[in-house]
């Protein structure tokens, strides 16, 4: 089954490859209208893996990436049509040039080819990744987890339908329709068929794919996030971020999990801080230092350091300079982001050049990462790795490049 999958991948790569703009930008439209059109099929669909997810005790930060509504559902068609409104990278001449024997040279950007997406809990990622890979001239194979497999059958079955219509081959976009782990490995070994394979889940699931995987990875989306509060830090402002930062939405991967306190303020700081994260129902772990402090906190061990909780916990850590902050972050961290609160601009300039990670802030939450918060438009993950991307995702970072020279009967001598 899976060989057979990539093999029609495979070949609609080399279609999608020749296809225009104005070609996959109508591919998309049809393909939001038909979300919003099947908004009934699919929502009932996701009701099946709620209550399924709801008998298993899943915790609620994960049920609310699970969960579907019309708003959602909305909000997935309105990416699609952003997307389509993005300028088409394929075809962009990077740079070119003639060398002294006359020949022309020019780097090309164009599609990788089928891309493959292993990713948990979220359907969203279903039509998120199906648009952004039609937009860069890629074929997609997704597999979601067992706890989305209905909502992520009949969302793929919505968008392949819509293709019909288009001249977007229907199998450029695949859902592999077995939650089995086996099937799974299967597709980490389809290296003759699948240019690259991204992992968007958790750290487990990531840590799986690194290793089993034959096709190249790009590593995304484990989230440890830290946000510092330097000794001159405007305090006014550091509260509501490190709010915003853990409670909007604690169960995805640019939610803050750690928080770092200089030493200075830590004994007028920590309790206010802690009763307001206690209000909005965030367990506090902390250091010997900040249970001092507050003796309710609960005691972190070394393993919450590294820990990313994708719910209402938040690790505090007292510091005794900008140095040990930036220490702390890049042993603990996991590459994605981290922000600084401070009103000096030469600490905020050190830690943002020192802090190893795709996105480092100054006077903001780490909450911003995020391809439409970029200005990216829909991101297929975060890569939390050097290469061949850094950061959001969007239709640019699932291209590579081509060169085409242009002769006139040279030969090398």
């Not at 890049?330 to 905020?348: L, P, Q, V």
Request: glycine letters at 6%; aromatic letters at 4%; a neutral charge.
């Amino acid at each position: 089954m899976i060989e057979e999958i990539c093999q029609k991948a495979k070949a609609a790569s080399i279609q999608m490859a020749k296809l225009s703009a104005d070609q996959k930008n109508a591919a998309l439209c049809q393909m939001a209208n038909a979300l919003e059109a099947n908004a009934e099929k699919i929502l009932a669909a996701n009701k099946i893996d709620v209550e399924a997810a709801k008998a298993k005790n899943l915790k609620a930060s994960l049920l609310d990436r699970l969960a579907l509504d019309q708003k959602k559902i909305q909000n997935m068609a309105k990416e699609l049509r952003e997307v389509s409104t993005l300028a088409d990278p394929i075809g962009t001449i990077l740079s070119s040039w003639t060398r002294p024997n006359g020949l022309i040279i020019s780097q090309i950007r164009v599609p990788i080819g089928v891309v493959g997406v292993i990713y948990e809990s979220r359907p969203n990622v279903t039509s998120d990744s199906a648009g952004i890979c039609i937009k860069s001239g890629n074929a997609v194979i997704l597999r979601g987890g067992s706890d989305a497999l209905q909502s992520n059958l009949i969302i793929g079955e919505v968008l392949r339908y819509a293709l019909l219509s288009t001249n977007v081959p229907t199998d450029a976009i695949q859902v592999v329709n077995s939650p089995d782990r086996k099937v799974a490995e299967e597709l980490m070994s389809m290296r003759e068929y699948i240019d690259i394979l991204i992992p968007r889940g958790g750290a487990d699931l990531i840590k799986t794919v690194i290793e089993k995987s034959k096709i190249p990875v790009i590593e995304t989306g484990t989230g440890n996030c830290h946000i510092y509060i330097e000794e001159d830090a405007d305090l006014e402002i550091a509260t509501p971020i490190i709010i915003n930062a853990k409670v909007q939405r604690p169960g995805v991967c640019n939610a803050v999990e750690k928080l770092l306190i200089h030493s200075k303020i830590a004994k007028t700081y920590i309790p206010k801080i802690v009763t307001e994260l206690h209000k909005n129902g965030v367990e506090v772990r902390g250091d010997q230092k900040t249970c001092q402090i507050m003796p309710d906190v609960k005691a972190a061990t070394e393993q919450d350091w590294y820990t990313e909780y994708l719910d209402l916990i938040i690790g505090i850590k007292v510091v005794e300079n900008l140095q040990e902050a930036i220490e702390h972050i890049n042993k603990y961290g996991t590459k994605h982001s981290e922000s600084i609160i401070s009103c000096d601009f030469s600490k905020a300039t050190r830690f943002l050049q020192e802090v190893d990670s795709a996105a480092v802030y100054w006077n903001a939450s780490t909450r911003f990462t995020d391809g439409n918060q970029f200005g990216l438009g829909t991101e297929i993950g975060i890569s939390t790795q050097k290469l061949h991307t850094r950061g959001p995702m969007s239709i640019q970072h699932l291209t590579t490049t081509k060169y085409v020279i242009l002769g006139s009967g040279q030969i090398r001598k």
